[in-house]
């Protein structure tokens, strides 16, 4: 099948990334791996991390584009990548994955939304912010460590207090 995906150069994007185990912890429990990968992806290829949550099994982000630049499946390819190979191997995996050298830890897709407007911003802004609160793993928002709330309270954008 072939994915029509919206490619805007300079873009700000919404993603929702899941493992394949959506019972694993894995995110979080190797969560400066992940960060690892983001910054040796930001390098590689720049971006702009507006804004993001790690749970236990997913990820939502919200990224900005450089001013020329949509190739975003490329640094989605490179960052779960990056990732991927600093765990240990692991045997489970189907024969379709190892056919195309998958690791077998991330679902093959993901989810993205071009952000259209300022409201279309603030909208994602929330859901990412409240999405520990959401899936049950706190009660407030403020409690949930990986995720970029506490930089935009520093900024103003939220109260200490907001999702309560």
């Known amino acids: 099948m ?8 300079g873009g700000t994007y919404f993603f929702t990334v899941v493992l ?58 490179y960052l779960k990548a990056g990732f991927s190979r600093k765990l240990p191997r692991s045997a489970s995996r189907t024969p379709s994955k190892a056919k195309k050298g998958e690791r077998g830890i991330w679902q093959r897709r993901y989810w993205e939304h071009l952000v259209r407007d300022e409201r279309d911003m603030h909208r994602h802004l929330d859901y990412i912010h409240y999405n520990p609160v959401k899936h049950g793993l706190v009660e407030r928002v403020r409690d949930w460590s990986y995720s ?7 900024r103003g954008y939220y109260d200490l207090d907001w999702g309560d």
């Open 20 to 77: 394949a185990d959506r019972s694993s912890a894995l995110l979080t429990d190797n969560v400066e791996i992940l960060r690892e990968a983001f910054q040796q992806t930001k390098a590689a290829m720049p971006f702009a991390l507006v804004a993001a949550v790690v749970l236990p099994e997913h990820l939502h982000c919200i990224w900005r584009l450089p001013e020329n630049d949509a190739d975003y499946p490329r640094r989605w390819q």
């Open 2 to 9: 072939e994915y029509r995906r919206i490619r805007e150069p």
């Open 148 to 154: 970029s709330f506490h930089r935009y309270v520093g």
